[in-house]
Each structure stands twice: as structure tokens, then as C-alpha cells.
Nanobody, 119 residues
Framework: QVHVVESGGGLVQPGGSLRLSCAAS????????MGWYRQAPGKQRGLVAV???????NYGDSVKGRFTISRDNAKNTVYLQMNSLKPEDTAVYYC?????????????WGQGTQVTVSS
């Protein structure tokens, strides 16, 4: 069983910043990649950012230059620093963990954290 828990969402004004955190725990032997996805009302879930165990990163086009993903491998934790936030960044942000445990590979999602950008 793998548990994924996000934190750090909230309400912020346009131009402001927020930092999201996501921790994975449970029966984990290793993690290939951790990432953030988001889903706004009426839209499909899409990639925000992902980071591999080796530190390679990939960002969605709309957040490049504003968001930064980082990772603490020892703690199985990933962070998302969000700067220069815009109203269109409003969404539920989900953490994704791609790894392996005793019975094979797994992909787990957190429950999501709401980010609202509004004045």
C-alpha cells in the first residue's frame, strides 16, 4: 500500500506565490518519478511538472519559467514552487508517484489540493 499526501494549497492573489508539498509513504522500494498534475473545472487533467529520481525535469508549457519542481529522494517528497500565479492557474493539483514495491511497479495519486488564484 502506497499513500500519497499533498499539502500547501490555498487562496492567493494574482502575482503571488505558493509552495505545494507531496509525500509518499508505505511499501515503497524505489521511485522513478514524482510529478504534479492539475485539473480545472470542465477541463481534463494535465501535466504541470515532473521530476525523475535523477533530477531530470519536464514542465507544462503554461508554467515554464514560473513554477519549479524539486525533490527530496531521502524523504520521498516532491515540492512545487509556484510564482507569478495567474487566475488561470486555479485548479485542483494532484501529486503522482511512479515507482516500484515488492509486487512490482505502481502508480499512485494523492487526493488533490485546491489552488485558487483570485483577487
Amino acid at each position: 500500500q502506497v499513500h500519497v499526501v499533498e499539502s500547501g494549497g490555498g487562496l492567493v492573489q494574482p502575482g503571488g506565490s505558493l509552495r505545494l508539498s507531496c509525500a509518499a509513504s508505505g511499501s515503497i522500494f524505489g521511485i522513478y518519478a514524482m510529478g504534479w498534475y492539475r485539473q480545472a473545472p470542465g477541463k481534463q487533467r494535465g501535466l504541470v511538472a515532473v521530476i525523475t529520481s535523477g533530477g531530470n525535469t519536464n514542465y507544462g508549457d503554461s508554467v515554464k519559467g514560473r513554477f519549479t519542481i524539486s525533490r527530496d529522494n531521502a524523504k520521498n517528497t516532491v515540492y512545487l514552487q509556484m510564482n507569478s500565479l495567474k487566475p488561470e492557474d486555479t485548479a485542483v493539483y494532484y501529486c503522482n508517484v511512479d515507482g516500484w514495491h515488492s509486487t512490482g511497479n505502481f502508480v499512485s495519486w494523492g487526493q488533490g489540493t485546491q489552488v485558487t488564484v483570485s483577487s
